[in-house]
């Protein structure tokens, strides 16, 4: 898994924003997805989706309803992306510490992107991403 691709490119053109956002795919991932993290299973799911985004890793989204929220705490982060939107982040609280910006979701994504409205994706370098 990858960590967002999201964040605007500087120096980038319409015509390139245009030719990336082309190149996204989002598709129902199969089989069943799980994130770990200190210890807990956060979120575990048969209905993600997965995102692709031209040469960057897929990123696995799971539906609000698979993820287990209580764990999860929005942050004052928020980044922007020309294709997919605004994404706002999450600090997940596992057992003993904190992993800031561990999650990020699209709540209202861009036109085209709309799949992704009510799914949160994490970042594999925080947290354990995988397919069972």
Known sequence: MSVDGGAASAGVT?????????QIGIHKAEGAWVVRAGGAVIAESRNALE????D??????????DVAMAFL???DSR??????????????HAKSYDIPDAAWSYES???GMEKIAGHLAFHAD???VEQL
């Open 109 to 111: 994504p861009a036109e």
């Open 73 to 75: 705490e929005r942050s």
């Open 51 to 54: 995102l692709v985004e031209g």
């Open 56 to 65: 960057l890793a897929p990123v696995i989204y799971f539906p609000r309803a």
């Open 14 to 22: 319409d015509e390139g924003r245009d030719a990336m956002a082309d």
């Open 79 to 92: 980044t922007t992306c020309p294709h997919k939107g605004e994404a706002s982040y999450y600090t997940l």
């Open 126 to 128: 925080k947290v354990t």
